[in-house]
């Protein structure tokens, strides 16, 4: 996986081959990635007040199985996002299902992880720093007593920083004249998200990749 500022990249896949008998041979790749940055917010005639913040963003993903006989597949991904002000903490983890296929027969499938717009809003002190982390997981586990097995989870172009959505006063009523800091320099008010051309190149990547696997 790699990480840039607003942007994650997390991607694992795991094959296992058929076989002799029932070694129940083991295979578990993962990819983890963090960015992390901090933030300060104040306004005239706020600082010292406590106000509200509302970002977005955006996770997209794909989770993906193809289980042969006797081969126990699993793929699976989380995304959280952290907003920590002084000693409180404004945590959205996102997790999904596990897809997993396997048994007494062979089973494949795919499934869309997330792939929308979220948001998440917590309290701050204007004037006052308060940290930003966003981590993304993307896992697969494989086990094999015989056949073949596949399993992918790709988060390769997913978990945007999504920018503001809405700044508050402690009485609820919309800041605009707001300014920012952050530790990284990075505009955190405006999105990171790709334009739409951006996202469907991605998308043609990964059915190309599919497709790809299905032929060899």
């Known amino acids: 996986g790699t990480a840039e500022m607003g942007v994650l990249h997390a991607y694992a896949d795991q094959t ?3 076989a002799i008998g029932y070694g129940g041979q083991p295979g578990y790749t993962q990819a983890r990635v963090r960015w992390d940055d901090t933030l300060m ?10 106000g509200s913040l509302t970002v977005n963003y955006r996770v997209n993903g794909t989770l ?8 126990g597949t699993r793929s699976f991904a989380e995304a959280q996002l952290n907003i920590g002000v002084n000693t409180a903490q404004q945590l959205a983890i996102e997790t999904i299902v596990p897809l997993e296929g396997g048994g007494s027969g062979q089973k494949a499938g795919s499934t869309p992880f997330l792939n929308m717009d979220r948001s998440i809003t917590t309290i701050f002190n204007y004037g006052s ?6 981590e993304v ?13 596949y399993a992918m989870a790709d988060l390769s172009h997913t ?15 919309a800041v605009t004249n707001y300014s920012t800091v952050s530790g990284s320099g990075l505009d955190l008010t405006v999105s990171t998200v790709p334009e739409p051309s951006s996202v469907l190149l991605a998308l043609s990547g990964l059915a190309f990749f599919l497709r790809r696997r299905r032929s060899n």
């Open 129 to 134: 720093p308060f940290g930003i982390s966003f």
């Open 16 to 18: 296992l081959t058929p």
């Open 41 to 50: 917010i104040d306004a005239p005639g706020l600082t010292g007040q406590t």
């Open 137 to 149: 997981l993307a896992g697969v586990s494989l086990h094999q007593d015989s056949g073949s097995g």
């Open 159 to 173: 978990a945007f920083w999504g920018g503001f959505a809405g700044v508050t006063d402690s009485q609820g009523n």
């Open 64 to 71: 993906l199985i193809d289980a042969g006989y006797y081969a």
